[in-house]
C-alpha cells in the first residue's frame, strides 16, 4: 500500500496487472511487478527510435519511481518494493479529457509497458486513466475522469452484533459511503456527455467487488467506482 492504494476489484499500491512476457527487446531494468510472486519486463523502445506518438485515443505515460522504502522508513528490496500505477503524461493522441503534464492515476490492469532507456513508461486508452491527482496531492485532490465517482468509505464496525471485538481478517468493509468527487460525465459515441447522475454529498451503496480502491494514511479509505456500479442512493 502507498499513500493511496489501488483496487480495481483489487487493492492498489499504485502498481499494475500482469502481462505477457515479449521474448525480444524485453528490458529487465524498469520491471513494474504485477503479483507478489512475478515481474514482467517492459518492451524496450528500440534506440534508432527516439519518440513515441500515441495513436487514437491513447497517452503516453512516464511512470512514477517505484517506492523504496516502507512507511517505517526500511529499505525495501526490488522484489518487494511499491510499484506504482500513476504517472505524468509526455505524449497524447486524439484524447479531450487529459493533456500532456497531467499526472494521473491509470488502472491496474491496463496499457502496454514501454521502457524507453532506463524509464519506464505505459501506453493507456484515455478510458483506463482513472483521474489527474497532482505529485504531493492526497487522494481527496483527484478529479475523476468520465463517469467515474470518488467515494470516501464509511468506516467498518470493529465489533460483531454481540459486541465481539473483530480482528482485521474478520472485519468487513461496507459497500456505502460520502461521494467526495464525480467525473464529467461518460462520453457517449456522438460525442456528447452525460452527466454523472450522483452529486457530491450525498450517501451511495455500490456494488461490492467494482472500483479502484485507495487507502490514505490513518484508516480513512477511498475508492473510485464507475456510475454504472452505485447500486443506490442511501438517507
Not at 524507453?116 to 486513466?129: I, Q, R, T, W, Y
Not at 468487513?172 to 452529486?199: C, H, I, L, S, W
Request: with cysteine; aromatic share 4%; net charge positive.
Amino acid at each position: 500500500r502507498t499513500s493511496a492504494g489501488i483496487q480495481a476489484g483489487t487493492r492498489t499500491i499504485l502498481g499494475s496487472a500482469p502481462r505477457k512476457m515479449l521474448a525480444r527487446n524485453a528490458s529487465v531494468a524498469p520491471c513494474r511487478s504485477r503479483r507478489a510472486f512475478s515481474c514482467v519486463a517492459s518492451t524496450a523502445l528500440p534506440k534508432q527510435f527516439k519518440s513515441v506518438k500515441p495513436v487514437g485515443d491513447r497517452v503516453f505515460v512516464k511512470v512514477d519511481k517505484a517506492e523504496a522504502k516502507s512507511i517505517g522508513g526500511v529499505l525495501l528490496p526490488g522484489s518487494t518494493a511499491k510499484q506504482n500505477t500513476a504517472g505524468s503524461i509526455v505524449a497524447v493522441g486524439d484524447v479531450t479529457m487529459v493533456k500532456e503534464g497531467d499526472r494521473v492515476i491509470y488502472s491496474k490492469y491496463a496499457g502496454t509497458d514501454l521502457a524507453v532507456g532506463e524509464d519506464a513508461h505505459v501506453l493507456l486508452k484515455e478510458d483506463d486513466v482513472i483521474g489527474v491527482l497532482g505529485k504531493d496531492e492526497k487522494i481527496t485532490h483527484l478529479k475523476p475522469l468520465g463517469d467515474r465517482i470518488l467515494i470516501k468509505g464509511a468506516k467498518a464496525e470493529s465489533k460483531s452484533s454481540g459486541g465481539v471485538l473483530l480482528s482485521n481478517e474478520n472485519i468487513e468493509k461496507p459497500n456505502f459511503g460520502t461521494v467526495v468527487a464525480v467525473g464529467e460525465g461518460r462520453k457517449e459515441e456522438d460525442g456528447k456527455v452525460t452527466p454523472v447522475n450522483v452529486q457530491v454529498g450525498q450517501t451511495v451503496m455500490y456494488s461490492k467487488y467494482s472500483g479502484t480502491e485507495f487507502d490514505e494514511e490513518g484508516d480513512e479509505s477511498y475508492i473510485v467506482v464507475r456510475e454504472s456500479d452505485i447500486l443506490a442512493a442511501l438517507a
